[in-house]
């Protein structure tokens, strides 16, 4: 069996200052972008209509620009706050979702003071 690769795929990715392998299905693709776990990864894929067997090459420029601003706003896209890694925040009291940098920073952040 082989695998018919298509014109516009692309082997890597660059989302979120983060080099995601375009082989891989999407929803495991973009656990390689820090803060993003499978089950958060499945959900924005479904948020944003994106079939979960389609290889992360295989998304075009509009797809990618939708994951990025689900994963970025997802209290905006209905996505619950349970599900979110940064459960009312110390300084602000807020909820939201780190990724990639921002994690660190924020990380850093609180083991600072």
Same mark, same amino acid.
């Given at each position: 069996m082989s695998l018919v690769i298509p014109e516009k795929f692309q082997h890597i990715l660059q989302v979120l200052n983060t080099n995601i392998d375009g082989q891989r299905k999407t /929803?495991?693709?973009?656990?390689a972008i820090k803060g993003v776990g499978q089950r958060y990864a499945h959900v924005v894929l479904r948020k944003a209509d994106? /079939?979960?067997? $389609?290889r992360a090459g295989e998304l075009t420029e509009d797809e990618v620009e939708r994951v990025i601003t689900i994963m970025q706003n997802p209290r905006q896209y209905k996505i619950p706050d349970w599900f979110l890694n940064?459960? $009312?925040?110390?300084? /602000?009291?807020?909820?939201?979702?780190v990724l990639a940098n921002g994690l660190d920073n924020k990380l850093r952040e609180d083991l600072s003071g």
């Open positions: /929803d495991f693709a973009i656990t994106i /079939d979960l067997t $389609k940064r459960q $009312k925040d110390v300084k /602000d009291g807020k909820y939201s979702q």
